[in-house]
């Protein structure tokens, strides 16, 4: 991979710096976002005893776009990666820069996370060590909620997983039809042009929503989640399509503003259909909802990238800091947000003074973390990073 900031081929002068800082900013999301699981009523591996509806609103607000921001920005890095190196170094890269820190994290990383979800939810009285025994042996005896959990899990880590498989998959594609890869880039970028950035990927991905969600709805676990994967396949290899189209960004930027109201409604529209009770909503209705939901989604992605085309395509240290933080930062923040969260539970916090400290510890140990990390040679590619003894700045790396 490249230690410099993201280029277009061709065009020495034009760096994308403004999809660092949108990367930068979607990962931090997720610390804001994974905080808030812990008080919303939806499932997730331990529960606040203040959890409501109240913030429910607010998670709405990046719920349905925030994952699939980052696989398109993916998409995109991997396609200038491929610019830069052979399809074979590309895949022994990505290979150990992904799969390294998925295997650690399912092993070290993750357990505690499971193993305070059954101490919870089931009131599961044995120590680490003994959960950890049957977590390596594949137990399946903790009912949670009608299902089984699946041990070893990888619980958040499931986006470097999928992000490891569609990136086989585009070298796949470039290292034996790259005539085809570029015929499919030629037909992209001459679709993608005015109102036809809006339409054409809603139009796919509202047919997706609408024809799988029902009966393959997500979950995450990469067999047979076709739900997913025809969602964010398309918007990864979309991404990367259209990674070296000036005129595509330039677009964004331009249409920024009308994005961001069309999301905002969605938003809108998505805030009062699930407020209410429904004893037999109508199939059009849901159909209905499933579309705005897309549409939602990819108006926000827009929005995203055009403001940062527009008011972030700069470098900085501390871009230079961040794009190298963020995934150790991934991969660290939601087993502190649970541990902590289940650590201050004797506390008896009330909820907004407690989530404000959980979001600040959260952030606070990872960077800590980070500047372990970072200097410890063993554990730099555990978490993604270069096996360099010194900071060298990276764009868009790993993901």
């Known amino acids: 991979m490249s230690n410099s900031s993201i280029a277009v081929p061709g065009l020495p002068s034009q760096r994308l710096y403004f999809l660092d800082w949108v990367r930068i900013i979607a990962f931090f999301l997720l610390i804001l976002y994974h905080v808030g699981m812990y008080y919303v009523e939806w499932g997730w591996h331990v529960k606040s005893p203040h959890a409501n509806s109240a913030i429910q609103p607010l998670m709405m607000l990046t719920s349905p776009w925030r ?3 980052l696989f398109f920005i993916s998409g995109v890095a991997s396609a200038f990666m491929l610019e830069k190196i052979a399809t074979g170094k590309f895949l022994r890269s990505r290979s150990l ?8 994290g399912m092993f070290v990383i993750v357990p505690p996370q499971a193993y305070l979800e059954v101490v919870e939810k089931l009131a599961y009285a044995g120590s680490y060590g003994e959960f950890m025994q049957l977590y390596l042996h594949h137990y399946r005896g903790f009912k949670i909620g009608g299902g089984v959990l699946d041990l070893p899990t990888w619980n958040h880590l499931w986006f470097v997983a999928y992000l490891w498989v569609y990136s086989v998959l585009l070298w796949f594609w470039l290292a034996f039809k790259p005539a085809w890869f570029q015929a499919a880039r030629n037909w992209l970028q001459k679709q993608m042009k005015g109102w036809r950035i809006l339409v054409l990927p809603v139009a796919y991905l509202a047919l997706v929503r609408m024809g799988l969600f029902s009966s393959y709805p997500p979950n995450n ?4 989640d076709w739900y997913n994967h025809a969602c964010y396949l398309f918007i990864f290899t979309f991404g990367a399509l259209i990674a070296n189209s000036q005129a595509f960004w330039q677009e964004l930027a331009s249409m920024r503003w009308l994005a961001l ?5 969605g938003w809108l529209f998505l805030i009062i259909y699930f407020s ?3 004893d037999a909503t109508p199939q059009w209705f849901i159909m209905f ?6 549409c939602m989604a990819w108006s926000a992605i ?5 403001y940062a085309k527009q008011y972030l395509n700069f470098d900085s240290p501390a871009r230079r800091y961040l794009t190298q933080a963020v995934f150790p930062v991934y991969i660290l923040h939601q087993t502190y947000i649970v541990i902590m969260a289940h650590g201050m539970k004797p506390l008896a916090l ?3 003074p407690e989530g404000i400290l959980l979001v600040a510890l959260t952030a606070a140990t990872c960077f800590l973390s980070y500047e372990i990390i970072r200097r410890v040679f063993f554990l730099r590619p555990l978490f993604g990073l270069d096996l360099g003894l010194t900071y060298k700045p990276r764009a868009l790396s790993p993901g």
């Open 221 to 224: 676990g990469l067999v047979a």
């Open 261 to 265: 109201r069309i999301a905002a409604c």
């Open 97 to 104: 820069r992904l799969l390294l820190p998925l295997i650690f």
């Open 302 to 306: 827009i929005a995203a990238c055009g």
């Open 289 to 294: 909802q499933r579309c705005v939901w897309v």
């Open 350 to 352: 009330p909820a907004l």
């Open 67 to 69: 994952l699939s921001l």
């Open 276 to 278: 209410f009770e429904y």
